[in-house]
């Protein structure tokens, strides 16, 4: 995933294109290509950076701690959140991988919790303290960040905890 953000980003760089119309809008024919395209899209250096870096990190937890479920909660964290996206939030263009970063985030602290095993609760735990002041930000402060997003990958995330901790 993230190699395609920066292959994308680098093409919108190189060829001044403006790939924005890949993200969601809401509640629209054209908005629907966006429930795929939207995590791809950033609209700046800093955006993408700040999506890089949780998603590897994220990413990489989830996949080495949890290589059983992984891909079915990647997959609904960021299928599931650009769909809820595209029902729920404001009419604008969302772009970028928060909601992903999000659900992730929610998933990781939430499945420990609700799994109660030592070692999910030590994740979630850790997690928690490294990543846990980013739920701040799914108060809508800044009209042009998509707090929509955020929140929305940290239900997906929150509800794949619980679901999945409940499966043997």
């Known amino acids: 995933m993230v190699f395609f953000m920066w292959l994308l ?3 919108e760089t190189k060829f001044k294109i403006d790939l924005g119309f890949l993200g969601v809008y809401p509640r629209t024919l054209y908005g629907l290509a966006g429930i795929a395209g939207m995590p791809l899209v950033h609209a700046s250096v800093f955006h993408i950076a700040s999506n890089t870096i949780p998603i590897l990190i994220l990413g990489s937890a989830l996949y ?7 891909n079915k909660v990647f997959i ?16 604008a263009n969302h772009i970028g991988a928060s ?5 992730l985030a929610a998933f990781l602290i939430l499945y420990g919790w ?7 609760t030590f994740i979630s735990a850790a997690v928690l303290i490294i990543y846990g002041g980013i739920f701040l930000k799914m ?10 997003a955020h929140l ?17």
């Open 9 to 11: 980003f680098f093409v």
């Open 152 to 168: 929305l990958g940290a239900v997906v995330g929150a509800v794949n905890a619980f679901i999945l901790s409940r499966n043997r």
């Open 99 to 103: 909601g992903v970063v999000y659900g």
């Open 114 to 120: 609700f799994k109660k095993d030592m070692k999910s």
């Open 139 to 148: 108060i809508p402060a800044n009209p042009w960040v998509s707090w929509e």
């Open 76 to 91: 609904q964290c960021y299928f599931f959140t650009s769909a809820l996206v595209w029902i729920f939030a404001k009419p």
């Open 64 to 70: 080495f701690f949890y290589p059983k479920i992984a």
